[in-house]
C-alpha cells in the first residue's frame, strides 16, 4: 500500500485542475490507491501542506515583455508535469496577446519531436480515452478577450525513455489552437516521456478559472452546435 504522505502529495499536485472541474485530481488519486475508496483529503489548518511539486492546472499569462506576442496574437505556455504511477499530466494555456478578440473551438492540433527534432508517431487523440478517463468538456466556442486564456489537458502513460540520450522522450511539442493553425513549438519541464509510439490524450480548449467573472461581464462560451442527426 503506497504510504500516506505520498497520497497526500499527489491528491495536492493536483488540486488546481480538480478546482476547473475536469476530474483529474480524482484519476491521478485512483491510479496511485487503485484499491482505497475515494475520499475527501483533509488539511490540518495549522499545519503547512506537503511541497506538492508539479501542479498540472493552467498557467497564468508570461510575465510583460518576456516573450513577444506571436503575430496570431495567441501565445501558448506550458503547465508543469504532474504524475501518478504510470499516469501523466499537464495542461497548455492559450493566451488573448494580442489587441482584439479571439477564438477558439475545439482541441489542439499538436506534433510531438524528439531531441533530434524528428516526429514521433504520437497518437494525438481527441478527448482522454483510452488513456484514462476524466472528464472533457467537448467543443464548445470560447471567445477570449485580450489578456483572457483557454487551457486544455494533455494526458498520456509513461514508456520507457533513455535517461543518457532521452531517447522516446518527447523534447518538443508544437501545438497550435486548431488544425490548420499556425503552431507554436513549447518544451515542457522534462519533456513527455511518452515514448515513439504512444498515445496522447487531449481535452478541448475551456475557459481559464481566473477569466470566469459574474456572469454578466464575460463573453459568453458557447457549446458548438451539433449536426444534424447527432
Not at 499569462?61 to 506550458?78: D, E, V, Y
Request: charge should be neutral; hydrophobic fraction near 35%.
Amino acid at each position: 500500500m503506497t504510504p500516506r504522505p505520498l497520497r497526500r502529495a499527489v491528491f495536492l499536485a493536483a488540486a488546481p485542475l480538480l478546482l476547473t472541474g475536469c476530474g483529474l485530481a480524482a484519476e491521478l488519486d485512483r491510479e496511485a490507491n487503485p484499491a482505497r475508496e475515494t475520499t475527501t483529503a483533509e488539511v490540518t489548518p495549522d499545519r503547512p501542506a506537503e511541497p506538492s511539486g508539479r501542479a498540472p492546472g493552467p498557467t497564468g499569462p508570461p510575465a510583460a515583455g518576456a516573450t513577444p506576442c506571436p503575430a496570431s496574437g495567441l501565445r501558448m505556455s506550458p503547465g508543469m508535469v504532474t504524475a501518478a504511477m504510470g499516469l501523466r499530466a499537464m495542461s497548455v494555456t492559450l493566451t488573448n496577446c494580442g489587441k482584439g478578440v479571439r477564438e477558439v473551438n475545439g482541441y489542439p492540433d499538436i506534433r510531438v519531436r524528439g531531441l533530434d527534432r524528428q516526429l514521433f508517431s504520437v497518437t494525438v487523440l481527441k478527448g482522454t480515452e483510452p488513456v484514462t478517463t476524466m472528464d472533457d468538456p467537448g467543443p464548445r466556442r470560447v471567445r477570449l478577450r485580450p489578456g483572457q486564456s483557454a487551457y486544455t489537458s494533455l494526458v498520456w502513460r509513461y514508456s520507457a525513455v533513455h535517461a543518457a540520450t532521452r531517447e522516446g522522450s518527447g523534447v518538443y511539442v508544437e501545438i497550435g489552437p486548431a488544425e490548420g493553425a499556425a503552431r507554436q513549438t513549447i518544451e515542457p519541464d522534462g519533456g513527455l516521456d511518452i515514448g515513439e509510439t504512444g498515445m496522447l490524450g487531449t481535452t478541448a480548449w475551456q475557459r481559464s478559472p481566473e477569466d470566469d467573472g459574474p456572469a454578466g461581464s464575460r463573453p459568453a462560451t458557447e457549446r458548438a452546435p451539433s449536426t444534424p442527426g447527432s
